[in-house]
């Protein structure tokens, strides 16, 4: 029997005793894909297809109103009720309150770790993406170059922070990989790689970045996460 929601007359859930991922591999819609893989909750994921406007129809919507991936749908949620949630970054601390993974119960290390994720989720994300669609996509097409001059020098800096900060580290939080990791993982890769921006942020100058992002694409619990919803 299907859950009752409107998102499953459009996606039937064909194991709806699992928690439902309504995503893409986008940077995002990546995030919730390996925190699932890495901590081992059995889910079943969802293509949303955001170029034929598919976040934007009425029963995503009813999941999502601001119509954006990645969503979720957990029949198993707080005290046995079903949640849906959207928002990557609350998801992925949902996903570690819900498993006890990957963020840490000590007060002073967990909101670390919500600092670094609120710093990927109200810096990186938006400036990479705007490097993104002046460098790659319809902006690129903009005679006046100081837009993407001014995100790839925003870009550039952003990296020179999480770079000193992996200084010594093998985490942004040291020993242990956790949900900063995974909440920027995405991004970094897409930014040299998707957005082909490696030349004009300067990016091989990062080396601990470099170094980081290296073994965090190595991890198999990333692997399979990258492919989620493809």
Do not use: C
Not at 187 to 199: K, Q, T
């Amino acid at each position: 029997m299907l859950p009752d929601h409107p998102i499953f007359a459009r996606w039937p859930a064909r194991h709806p005793d699992r928690l439902q991922l309504f995503s893409l591999p986008t940077p995002n819609g990546v995030k919730v894909g390996i925190m699932l893989e890495e901590t081992g909750l059995a889910y079943e994921a969802h293509r949303i297809d955001i170029a034929a406007n598919e976040s934007h129809e009425p029963a995503f919507l009813a999941l999502n109103p601001n119509g954006k991936i990645p969503a979720i749908y957990d029949p198993h949620g707080p005290g046995g009720r079903p949640l849906a949630l959207f928002e990557s970054g609350a998801i992925l601390i949902y996903l570690a309150d819900k498993t006890g993974q990957l963020l840490s119960t000590d007060p002073a290390a967990r909101y670390e770790t919500i600092q670094w994720l609120m710093w990927q989720m109200g810096g990186v994300g938006p400036m990479f993406g705007q490097v993104g669609f002046f460098n790659k996509f319809a902006g690129k097409e903009y005679a006046d170059k100081r837009p993407l001059e001014r995100y790839a020098k925003e870009s550039a800096r952003l990296l020179g922070v999480l770079d000193a900060r992996l200084a010594g580290r093998d985490w942004v939080m040291g020993d242990g990989y956790s949900i900063a990791d995974i909440s920027l993982l995405g991004w970094v890769r897409n930014l040299i790689g998707f957005y082909e921006a490696r030349e004009i942020v300067s990016f091989d100058r990062y080396g601990h970045v470099r170094r980081w992002l290296e073994q965090g694409l190595a991890r198999p619990g990333v692997q399979r996460g990258l492919k989620a919803a493809a």
